[in-house]
């Protein structure tokens, strides 16, 4: 069993810029893809980046040049550094566990989530 919990969400100007923090506990971190997505008021949730256990990384269109996922296997932590935050990119933000398949970043675990905020 994982267990995901972030931290480091906020309220933010536009333009501006948040890491966000997952701490990872259990079993498969080492070998595993890891990803964040998010969820807006009122919309589907959504892909925002993945990375795999050799630091591969992908991205939603949406957020390319701006956001950056990386791992950290010594503490065990995912970040997702943002920046030029935009208010669209308002959200619950979520850490997730998951693998690859056929290509794409399938989700197997959640965290509870965090809120940013971009303010206008």
């Known amino acids: 069993q994982v267990q995901l919990v972030e931290s480091g969400g906020g309220l933010v100007q536009t333009g501006g810029s948040l890491r966000l923090s997952c701490a990872v506990s259990?079993?498969?971190?080492?070998?595993?893809?890891m990803g964040w997505y998010r969820q807006a008021p009122e919309k589907q949730r959504e892909f925002v980046a993945a990375?795999?256990?050799?630091?591969?990384?992908n991205y939603a269109d949406s957020v390319k040049g701006r956001f950056t996922i990386s791992r950290d296997y010594a503490e065990n932590i995912l970040y997702l550094q943002m920046n030029s935050l935009k208010p669209e990119d308002t959200a619950v933000y979520y850490c997730?566990?998951?693998?690859?398949?056929?290509?794409?970043?399938?989700?197997?675990?959640w965290g509870q989530g965090t809120q940013v905020t971009v303010s206008s």
């Open positions: 259990g079993r498969g971190y080492s070998i595993n893809a």
């Open positions: 997730t566990q998951g693998l690859y398949s056929g290509g794409t970043y399938v989700p197997q675990s």
């Open positions: 990375i795999t256990a050799a630091r591969s990384t």
